[in-house]
């Protein structure tokens, strides 16, 4: 099972990492790394990670995950990046994103008509691209797979593992990366946190927004 995870600057780490953590321990997978050129990319925060393949050698997968983050914006008008979503899309069983990947997938023609979710600062934008926003942590339709924001990448990998190799390989892996989130705050999602503290983060993002 060949599984393409897409890299890029100014991605979040975590929406790659936590799901790359789960498809490594799956049996018989083979995980490549790849992005417009090949060598190092700077996540979110600094952290350095490498682009083994150019996105012109990797034409197949079984799996494609396409990892959101502050640098997803720029990819939204890069006719490469969506030509190779595009392409690649016809050979996978499974396009999966996390985070804002979503709204990659949506720029590139891919989630028209389907139920999808990202972030939940960029949910509403979905629509734009007529996919239909579901607050859902993860969503399946089809052979399209999105994970909301960052953490939920883990949640989308282990039940992804769990369709294709079945509940005991998906708990085996889940057990062996002690996966037992247990927050110290009940606050992960905007149904939860306190409301303060939302319309807070949504005045940042819409004010972020303006500057860009």
């Known amino acids: 099972m060949r599984i393409a995870i897409l890299l890029y600057d100014d991605m979040a780490a975590l929406d790659a990492v936590g799901p ?3 498809f490594r321990f799956a ?3 083979e995980v490549v790394f790849t992005g417009k050129k090949v060598g190092e990319v700077r996540a979110g925060g600094n952290l350095g990670l490498v682009v083994d393949q150019p996105l012109a050698e990797v034409s ?5 995950l396409v990892p959101g983050g502050t640098g997803q914006v720029a990819l939204m008008a890069d006719n490469e990046v969506h030509e190779w979503l595009r392409q690649i899309d016809r050979t996978t069983t499974w396009t ?9 997938l949506g720029a590139a023609g891919l989630l028209d008509g389907r139920k999808a979710t990202s972030h939940w600062l960029a949910l509403d934008h979905l629509s734009t691209f007529g996919a239909v926003p579901t607050g859902q942590r993860v969503v399946f339709d089809g052979k399209y797979v999105t994970a909301a924001g960052v953490s939920a990448g883990i949640d989308m990998a282990l039940e992804l593992i769990g369709r294709i190799a079945g509940d005991t390989a998906s708990q085996a892996i889940q057990l062996g990366i002690e996966y037992d989130p247990q927050p110290p705050h009940d606050a992960g999602s905007p149904a939860k946190a ?6 807070r983060m949504r005045e ?7 500057e860009t």
Request: aromatic fraction near 4%; charge should be negative; include cysteine.
């Open 194 to 199: 306190p409301a303060a503290l939302v319309a």
């Open 96 to 104: 999966t994103s996390v985070c804002t990947g979503s709204l990659l």
């Open 60 to 64: 197949s997968a079984d799996i494609v």
């Open 20 to 22: 790359y953590e789960v």
């Open 27 to 29: 049996q018989d997978t």
């Open 204 to 210: 940042n993002r819409r004010a972020l927004l303006q």
